[in-house]
């Protein structure tokens, strides 16, 4: 509860923008995030076009009917009642958030595996590459020889595989929208 203001109010940054850009261009297949902050769908990336690997902080989810719904009420109660809220279904809340040792949500492995054998580019950014099973989504892909480019600030895992085809060091937020723009021009 201590953090939820923090993530409530948080606004996308122009990466978020630039993504949306590119999926209205009809230009995006999907987007895979590690990332919990619910960020690209406030963004308006649409559903559809998102997994969320490690869930989202954006919504509670029902430990036994896997409802997920807003946070605030549940906040609220708690704030009034100081007893945990639960579900209509009598079951417990958390946030809608991969927990260690709780595995990852089968669909949205399915989901990200296929993409990897549709898409005709990856582009892996702001990220060490280092956490599994995401960091393999982008290999699966690049192994099918399309081009993979990574974009970061500092080393990444798959900094030295054969199969990045570019490698750009420095801020996602000033190398990825501005390079979004320039290939929305050329098109």
Aim: aromatic content about 6%.
């Amino acid at each position: 509860m201590e953090s939820w203001e923090v993530f409530r109010d948080a606004h996308p940054n122009a990466v978020h923008d630039a993504t949306v850009k590119l999926e209205r261009a009809e230009k995006l297949l999907m987007v895979l995030t590690q990332n919990i902050d619910g960020l690209h769908a406030k963004a308006g990336t649409s559903a559809h076009r998102l997994v969320e690997l490690h869930g989202t902080n954006a919504l509670v989810e029902c430990q036994s009917c896997h409802e997920r719904t807003d946070p605030e009420p549940h906040f609220e109660y708690f704030r009034g009642h100081r007893k945990a809220p639960r579900c209509n279904c009598g079951g417990f809340l958390k946030t809608a958030t991969i927990s260690f040792g709780q595995a990852l949500d089968p669909n949205a492995l399915q989901r990200a595996n296929k993409a990897t054998q549709e898409t005709d580019l990856v582009v892996a950014m702001g990220s060490t590459l280092s956490v599994y099973p995401a960091a393999s989504f982008p290999l699966q892909a690049a192994e099918r020889g399309i081009p993979y480019v990574i974009v970061n600030r500092g080393v990444t895992d798959h900094d030295d595989a054969l199969c990045v085809s570019l490698r750009l060091e420095g801020e996602v937020s000033q190398i990825f929208p501005p390079a979004v723009e320039q290939a929305l021009l050329a098109s």
